[in-house]
């Protein structure tokens, strides 16, 4: 049964209540150790935490002076430190040697570690090897759930990617279960959950188990959140590897969004000082073109700039009266969006010098014919170029993890030689990145196997599914394959246009890359809601080389609200980009849907890229 049109999209929930959960839980924490203390703080929880507790609230509860858990000696004369850090190693170590020292010292104070979002076993071990174990408390900051705007929440773990991903360390998976848990407990059960890939199965049913230890109290609750979907980043690689041509997702390339907010800096300021900015709803002028294509920005803001203008003209025939008026009410608010306005006519401005730079439209055709299988040769030529010129070895690489994707892997003559040609021009140190990048499935040399994927195609029409399906399946055995050109087909990523694709009034999540290619991950959660289930998708699931699952409770939805039916939940395992959230959210207003997401952090091509390097660039 597919969804009815509707254009009234249902209210999202309050998740401002995260915040004020976590800021409790974190004071709470910090005066289980009475009386003044220093905070040594790691260098990524930084950003979160200014968004949760800033300075002041830290000095109402008695913390005396902040510190960065960096690698040099900590000058702090309080007898009391307490430690709030990511489950690390390294961390261990540094708090190790820091009592060590005090002990050698013949010095006495009180340690408190916090662990955010959870305490690992190994960390303990570190401290017992140390000597410290009796020394120190230990505590646990369970704050997972960042609210970064009204319909996005992050865990802000980028590691997760790298670490499920690359090398298989599922232990940030009970992190995930814990933050649906909660996310459950506030809102009500989810009556719907899908899932693709192995991650979101086994966070599926770590949550599960969660849900079944709870106290059957809370299990009243009315449901607000009609549908749930679990999605392992590795099942659409290719999304996060094109480059973003929306709004925020361009901010996002250019500047690094982290954590919500941007540094602009001089070159958009028109100042000498750098400004850090929160992109959020709030923001009004960002809020009307964040999902907007960068073509279409500037004309937006033009307009704006002229509106605005004539709001100030205005004054000039006020009399005394209406002038006061003016000043008391409008002024303030006219001043701060020509602030905002300023700030992102300048960002854009810095975008096109930037993207002009680097020949953007080149790009840009490369990648859409990357997409479509054409003309194969000749991207593969302009990546050989891009890797003589130099130009960057992220974007180096990321082109070639994308031909390799979108080509089922490269070909042995091309890979050797792509491959020779990126060591020669950045380093042979880059060698580990590329036994990375094949492990994880972005870099793949075809195997003497993999020819026999037209043969397979031929096959499959001449012989039952289950049959086809074992040949398949035997196929893939012998490489880890990515099928990008026949999901593409079965989910017509590539759309068919006649004429000119209008990206002012777009007519498929395709706009957000310029009309070329609808993201693949937005594509199945669109099919399984207008099915509400998985099926007439096997076929999709067999190529995309996950095990899916689909869970179901009907024995709720005669008694839930249409409203809720239309709230859906998605959570990304391993990253989402700024381009897949503005799918998403064109989508809900076609289909009067409203989506939160929920990611382990954001990403993008260069983040995917950085994490899979051994080389810090």
Known sequence: MAFPHRPDAPELPDFSMLKRLARDQLIY???????????????????????IANVSILKQHEVDKLYKVENKPALSSNEQLCFLVRPRIKNMRYIANLVNADKLAGR??????????????????VLEEEGIYGDVSCDEWAFSLLPLDVDLLSMELPEFFRDYFLE??????????????????????????????????MSYELWRKLEEEEDSETKGRKPEIGHIFLLDRDMDFVTALCSQVVYEGLVDDTFRIKCGSVDFGPEVTSSDKSLKVLLNTEDKVFNEIRNEHFSNVFGFLSQKARNLQAQYDRRRGMD??????????ELKGLKQEHRLLSLHIGACESIMKKKTKQDFQELIKTEHALLEGFNIRESTNYIE??????????????LMCLLSITENGLIPK??????TQYLQSYGPEHLLTFSNLRRAGLLTEQAPGDTLTAVESRVSKLVTDKAAGKITDAFSSLAKRSNFRAISKKLNLIPRVDGEYDLKVPRDMAYVFSGAYVPLSCRI????????????????????????????????????SSESLRLILVVFLGGCTFSEISALRFLGKEKGYRFIFLTTAITNSARLMEAMSEVKV
């Open 385 to 398: 170029e891009h890797i003589d010129r130099q130009v960057s070895p992220i974007e180096s690489l990321r």
């Open 320 to 329: 005394i009266k209406q002038m006061k008026n003016f000043v008391s009410q």
């Open 108 to 125: 006495t104070r009180k340690y408190k570690v916090i662990f955010s979002p959870q305490k690992f076993y190994a960390c303990e071990m």
């Open 414 to 419: 091309d890979y050797r030689s792509l491959k």
């Open 525 to 560: 959660i669109e099919q399984v809601l207008e099915r509400r289930s998985w099926q007439g998708l096997d076929e999709v699931v067999r190529l995309l080389n996950c095990s899916e699952f689909a869970f179901t409770d009907m024995t709720k939805e005669d008694k839930t």
């Open 168 to 201: 298989g360390d599922q232990r940030w998976t009970n992190t995930v279960a814990q933050a649906l848990h909660l996310l459950s407990t506030l809102y009500g059960s989810f009556l719907n959950c899908y899932g693709v890939g192995r991650c979101a199965r």
């Open 29 to 51: 924490l910090l005066e289980q150790l009475p009386g003044k203390k220093d905070l040594f703080i790691e260098a990524d929880l930084m950003s979160p935490l200014d968004r």
